[in-house]
């Protein structure tokens, strides 16, 4: 490989590879086809990646796969300023993937299959190392999010998925940068529904999967719809799946999809149909984002134990943090004051294509929990994780600067402009922002902002909520430019007509903003229901209408809100 010069030659060089890139009109890398077949990219300077890895040692089994998966070329391009960055993994991590994946060559996977591994280590446009070092995650070629944790023990190392792992960094070639791995990452190939039935074990809950219709769901990833502009949208589906298998059904003495049919409906006290019972059972282990299990662990404050909503209607499962136990398998409890179940740590957190499995240790019945604490992060929606970009949606750490993606039309939210509009042109009508460090408070370093005007409305469907009395919090984004609502130097501090399921019992009239207590930007917390009792289990609307104003006139007015707080009374 040549070292690049700044001579006369090669800026003549650069020049007339330039005419003959913009001159190519194939500027975009298809990857359903080879664009470039039997056309390969050489400059004076230095090769492309393909060329490139072919020149060096160690990257033989990599190139062979390139070639088998008719993709060398594709990988090579370069016209009118197309660049990749390819995690490719030595020959020793690619002959390690071969074992993990149980073949013993590249020619016992498929070549469709050695493209989905190629294109999940490859990734649009060249990143630099000092670019990659700050990033958090990076989409690759497959659509799928790569999450990047940088290796605190090792220098100038990193982890991709937790899998991958990258022993040096950005090495130049003509089109882009390559990243060596010591271990390759698994391709996301596989649905959820897909691992439940290729890990084995799972006969009882394949089948109940099946005859409940959540087969079908598990194994979508996408759709694309058209929207009212005939634009085409492209929604993905996410899933988080606590799988029980055949082993531990036994333990709870069910043999059999029948049986389990009969225990459920042995111990119904609501009269419910066979067919109900079981969409009830299965709906309680799934729920409708990813999460790992560390995420359904993560406490807020001081609070153990969290509740999560789940797909059956109206019913809930706690997650208990034990601070005290000395293995992994003993860290999370599920339903610890039900029947207890626990992660399996070696079948948990498997990534798939549309979300994460978690095989658990006990049956977990459907069951109602006591009263606990309901942290609603306001961003928490699939339909809002499909408009913001992967690498700022729910950021790990605060961003360097803001980040504003507009999802009004996220379909988890209703809303209403109000007549006169409003002035604010910095957020549009709804709005995802990242958090900087400022605001580093903010639950997973994010909020929505709500740009409505005077008279504008909006409303969401809260989490399951357990019945009983709360103290219901919100958690505000203050900026200096909202000092004049602290102070309701213009307008009335942000007055709100809230209300739970539009019940005038559950109305408050509130201006969360004046409870701010400095004028220093940052995190505040309001309350807004010193008490309220909810009679049953459910889920409820939330609505909210701006009776400031100044939500029309002031330029700095806005709404940001990072999440509400149900706290139980005794």
């Not at 033989?60 to 993994?89: D, H, I, R």
């Not at 990076?138 to 090792?154: A, W």
């Not at 049956?363 to 929606?381: H, I, S």
């Amino acid at each position: 490989m040549q070292l690049f010069k700044f001579n006369t030659r090669n800026i003549v060089c650069i020049a007339a590879a330039a005419m003959l890139l913009t001159a190519c009109d194939k500027d975009v890398f298809d990857i359903n086809t080879d664009p470039f077949k039997d056309e390969v990219y050489n400059t004076t300077l230095m090769s492309p990646i393909s060329t490139f890895l072919a020149e060096q040692e160690g990257y033989g089994e990599y190139v062979k796969m390139l070639n088998y998966a008719n993709m060398f070329n594709a990988l090579n391009q370069s016209s009118s300023g197309t660049s990749f960055t390819a995690f490719v993994p030595t020959d020793d991590a690619m002959r390690e993937f071969y074992k993990r994946r149980g073949v013993d060559s590249l020619q016992q996977l498929t070549p469709e299959y050695a493209r989905a591994f190629i294109l999940y280590h490859t990734v649009k446009d060249s990143i630099l190392p000092e670019s990659f070092v700050q990033k958090k995650s990076v989409q690759n070629l497959s659509g799928d999010v790569i999450n990047i944790r940088i290796d605190s023990l090792h220098a100038g190392q990193a982890i991709l998925n937790e899998e991958g792992h990258v022993v040096e960094m950005g090495l130049s070639a003509y089109n882009g940068k390559v990243y060596v791995l010591s271990k390759a990452m698994t391709p996301l190939v596989e649905t959820v529904y897909d691992r439940v039935v290729q890990e084995g074990g799972s006969a009882i809950m394949a089948e109940a999967l099946e005859a409940t219709g959540w087969a079908r769901r598990l194994a979508v990833v996408q759709d694309t719809t058209l929207n009212e502009e005939r634009q085409k949208v492209v929604t993905h589906y996410y899933f988080t799946l606590l799988n029980v298998t055949d082993a531990t059904f036994a333990k709870a003495g069910i043999s059999s999809l029948s049986q389990l049919r009969s225990q459920l409906k042995a111990a119904d006290e609501e009269g419910l149909s066979e067919d109900s019972l079981l969409r009830k059972y299965v709906g309680y282990h799934i729920l409708t984002n990813q999460y790992t299990t560390d995420e359904m662990g993560a406490m807020t404050g001081s609070e153990v134990t969290r509740i999560w909503s789940s797909s059956a209607a109206n019913q809930v499962f706690t997650v208990t943090y034990d601070s005290l136990a000395t293995t992994e398998a003993d860290k999370y409890v599920i339903n610890n004051s039900g029947v207890p179940a626990r992660f399996i740590p070696a079948q948990s957190n498997i990534l798939c294509k549309n979300g994460y499995l978690h095989t658990i240790d006990a049956w977990m019945p459907v069951w109602e929990p006591k009263q606990a604490t309901v942290l609603w992060d306001l961003a928490d929606y699939t339909e809002i994780k499909n408009m913001v970009d992967p690498e700022y949606y729910q950021p790990a750490e605060p961003t360097a600067s803001e980040q504003r993606f507009r999802v009004a039309t996220a379909a988890c939210f209703e809303y209403e402009m109000g007549e006169a509009g409003t002035k604010n042109r910095n957020y549009s009508d709804i709005d995802y922002v990242t958090c900087r460090s400022n605001m580093k408070e903010a639950n997973n370093h994010d909020r929505i902002v709500f740009n409505l005007g005077y008279m504008g409305k909006a409303s969401m469907r809260t989490p399951t909520i357990v019945r009983g009395k709360y103290k219901v919090e919100l958690t505000i984004i203050f900026m200096t430019g909202n000092n004049f609502m602290r102070q309701q130097s213009d307008g009335n501090g942000g007055m709100l007509k809230m209300a739970f399921d539009d019940k005038e019992e559950y109305t408050v009239f509130n201006a969360p903003y004046t409870k701010v207590t400095s004028a220093m930007p940052g995190v505040y917390t309001s309350t807004i229901y010193e008490e309220i009792e909810f009679p049953e289990t459910a889920s409820h609307n939330f609505s909210f209408i701006v009776l400031d104003p100044a939500a029309s006139t002031n330029s700095n007015f806005s709404l940001q809100f990072d999440c509400i707080k149900f706290t139980p009374i005794e």
